[in-house]
Protein backbone atom coordinates (compact mmCIF):
# COMPACT_ATOMS: atom_id res chain seq x y z
CA UNK A 1 0.00 0.00 0.00
CA UNK A 2 1.06 3.21 -1.13
CA UNK A 3 1.57 6.19 1.32
CA UNK A 4 0.60 10.00 -0.45
CA UNK A 5 2.31 12.92 2.23
CA UNK A 6 1.31 16.04 1.33
CA UNK A 7 4.25 18.66 1.24
CA UNK A 8 3.66 21.65 0.70
CA UNK A 9 0.71 24.09 0.21
CA UNK A 10 -0.09 23.74 -3.46
CA UNK A 11 0.34 19.72 -3.26
CA UNK A 12 -2.78 19.86 -0.90
CA UNK A 13 -4.77 22.74 -2.85
CA UNK A 14 -3.82 20.60 -6.80
CA UNK A 15 -4.98 17.37 -4.42
CA UNK A 16 -8.41 19.19 -3.65
CA UNK A 17 -9.17 20.74 -6.79
CA UNK A 18 -8.45 16.81 -8.71
CA UNK A 19 -10.87 15.67 -5.97
CA UNK A 20 -13.66 17.87 -6.54
CA UNK A 21 -13.21 17.45 -10.36
CA UNK A 22 -13.50 13.96 -10.04
CA UNK A 23 -16.53 13.96 -7.99
CA UNK A 24 -18.13 16.69 -10.06
CA UNK A 25 -17.28 14.89 -13.45
CA UNK A 26 -17.89 11.22 -12.98
CA UNK A 27 -20.57 11.45 -10.05
CA UNK A 28 -22.60 9.28 -12.27
CA UNK A 29 -20.38 6.39 -11.84
CA UNK A 30 -19.38 7.25 -8.43
CA UNK A 31 -23.10 6.69 -7.30
CA UNK A 32 -22.73 3.27 -8.52
CA UNK A 33 -20.39 2.27 -6.15
CA UNK A 34 -21.38 -0.01 -3.40
CA UNK A 35 -21.82 1.32 0.30
CA UNK A 36 -20.21 -1.83 0.97
CA UNK A 37 -17.27 -1.23 -0.73
CA UNK A 38 -17.12 2.25 0.53
CA UNK A 39 -17.16 0.87 4.01
CA UNK A 40 -14.50 -1.11 3.12
CA UNK A 41 -12.59 1.07 2.24
CA UNK A 42 -13.81 3.29 5.37
CA UNK A 43 -12.64 1.09 7.66
CA UNK A 44 -9.30 0.07 6.02
CA UNK A 45 -8.42 4.00 6.02
CA UNK A 46 -9.26 3.95 9.81
CA UNK A 47 -7.36 0.98 10.60
CA UNK A 48 -4.39 2.44 8.94
CA UNK A 49 -4.53 5.84 10.70
CA UNK A 50 -4.66 4.35 14.14
CA UNK A 51 -1.59 4.07 16.00
CA UNK A 52 -2.37 0.83 18.91
CA UNK A 53 1.09 1.64 20.84
CA UNK A 54 -0.21 5.37 21.09
CA UNK A 55 -3.75 4.18 22.31
CA UNK A 56 -2.45 1.68 24.65
CA UNK A 57 0.24 4.79 26.02
CA UNK A 58 -2.53 6.91 26.64
CA UNK A 59 -4.65 4.28 28.14
CA UNK A 60 -1.98 3.08 30.70
CA UNK A 61 -1.36 7.21 31.38
CA UNK A 62 -4.21 7.80 34.06
CA UNK A 63 -7.54 6.55 34.66
CA UNK A 64 -8.83 9.73 33.47
CA UNK A 65 -7.19 9.31 30.01
CA UNK A 66 -8.49 5.75 30.08
CA UNK A 67 -11.75 6.63 31.00
CA UNK A 68 -12.13 9.36 28.29
CA UNK A 69 -10.53 7.38 25.58
CA UNK A 70 -12.93 3.98 26.09
CA UNK A 71 -16.23 6.78 26.91
CA UNK A 72 -15.66 8.55 23.42
CA UNK A 73 -14.47 4.92 21.61
CA UNK A 74 -18.18 3.42 22.88
CA UNK A 75 -20.10 6.48 21.95
CA UNK A 76 -18.64 6.44 18.03
CA UNK A 77 -19.65 3.27 17.83
CA UNK A 78 -23.14 4.07 18.75
CA UNK A 79 -23.66 7.74 18.07
CA UNK A 80 -22.34 9.56 15.12
CA UNK A 81 -18.85 10.87 15.70
CA UNK A 82 -19.48 14.88 16.38
CA UNK A 83 -21.61 13.44 19.11
CA UNK A 84 -18.89 11.05 20.05
CA UNK A 85 -16.14 14.20 20.44
CA UNK A 86 -18.46 16.05 21.62
CA UNK A 87 -19.09 13.63 24.68
CA UNK A 88 -15.68 12.85 25.06
CA UNK A 89 -14.57 16.58 25.55
CA UNK A 90 -17.27 17.13 28.00
CA UNK A 91 -16.11 14.43 29.90
CA UNK A 92 -12.71 15.26 30.19
CA UNK A 93 -13.13 19.13 31.29
CA UNK A 94 -15.19 18.11 33.58
CA UNK A 95 -13.11 15.40 34.96
CA UNK A 96 -10.00 17.65 34.90
CA UNK A 97 -11.56 20.62 36.21
CA UNK A 98 -12.51 18.65 39.78
CA UNK A 99 -9.35 17.31 39.71
CA UNK A 100 -7.63 20.17 39.70
CA UNK A 101 -10.10 21.98 41.96
CA UNK A 102 -9.02 19.53 44.58
CA UNK A 103 -5.02 20.31 44.35
CA UNK A 104 -3.65 21.51 47.54
CA UNK A 105 -1.41 24.10 46.28
CA UNK A 106 1.11 25.18 49.34
CA UNK A 107 1.80 28.82 50.13
CA UNK A 108 4.34 30.05 51.46
CA UNK A 109 3.78 33.12 54.39
CA UNK A 110 7.09 34.53 53.84
CA UNK A 111 6.27 35.14 50.19
CA UNK A 112 2.54 36.16 50.86
CA UNK A 113 2.50 40.08 50.65
CA UNK A 114 0.86 39.79 54.12
CA UNK A 115 -2.80 39.17 53.11
Known sequence: MSCVAVTSRLSAISHGVFLLL???LVSDWIAQIPL??????LISTAYHMVKIRELRLTARGSRLDALVLITTLIATVFLDLISALVIGLIIHLALRKSRISKRRVPIDPDET???
Open 22 to 24: FVV
Open 36 to 41: AALGGV
Open 113 to 115: LGD
